[in-house]
C-alpha cells in the first residue's frame, strides 16, 4: 500500500510539473507574438543587418531567405548605410549564407563598399557577435535587423546584449503550419538565450537543432 501510494504521489508531481511547463512555454509563445507587434521605434539607423537562412543546392536564396534580402535592401535603400549579411554554411548547403547574400546584393546595384558579410555564424547570437565585430570601428549605435517575424525580437534582444540600440523589420513569412512550427522552435530558442544570460554561460552547439532544422537555417 505503502509504495502505491508513493507512486501516486510521485506520478501527480509529475503531472503538475508536466503542466506548469507547458503553461510556462505556452507563456513563452505568448511573449514572442506580442513582441512581434511591439518593437522599438528608431527614427534613424546607422546599419542594417540581415541575418541568414537557407540556401538552395543551387546556390540561391530560399524563399526565407529572399524575402529578407528584399527588406533588408528597402531598409538600405531608405538610408545609404553599411548593411551586413550574416551566415555560415551548412551541410546541405553549396556555399556560406553570407556569401550568397553578398552577392545577391550585389547583383540589386548595392556597392560593394556598403556591403560588410560574415561567413562564419552558426546562430543568432554569433550572428550578432559577428557583426558587432564587423561594425565595431563604424561608428555604428543604432541598427535595425531583418529577420522573420518569429525570430526578431530575441534578435534585438542579443543585439542589445552586444552594445547595439536596435530595432527590426519582419520580413515576410510563410503562414499556417510553418507559423506555427516556427513560433513553436522560437519557444524554445528564447528559454535556451534566458538559461545562458541567467548563468552567464553560452551553450557551444553551432548545430542547436529543434525538429531537424538547425539554428542558422531559420
Known sequence: ?????????FVRVLVILFCAGLLFYLGVIGMIIWREQHLPVLESYDAVIVLGAQVKPDGTPNLQLE?????GLDAWKAHNC???????????????EGDVMYDWLIAHDVPEQWILKD????????NLQNAAELLKDKDVKRVVIVTSDYHLARAIAIAGDEGFEATG?????????????????????WIKYWVEKL???QIHNSNFNISGITEHQQ
Open 1 to 9: 500500500m505503502k509504495k502505491r501510494k508513493g507512486l501516486r504521489i
Open 67 to 71: 524575402w529578407r534580402l528584399e527588406a
Open 82 to 96: 553599411w548593411i551586413v549579411v550574416c551566415g555560415a554554411q551548412g551541410s546541405d548547403e553549396p556555399q556560406p
Open 119 to 126: 561567413s562564419a555564424s552558426f546562430n543568432t547570437r554569433e
Open 169 to 189: 523589420i519582419a520580413s515576410r513569412t510563410l503562414g499556417g503550419f510553418y507559423w506555427v512550427k516556427n513560433h513553436a522552435r522560437e519557444g524554445i530558442a
Open 199 to 201: 548563468f552567464n554561460i
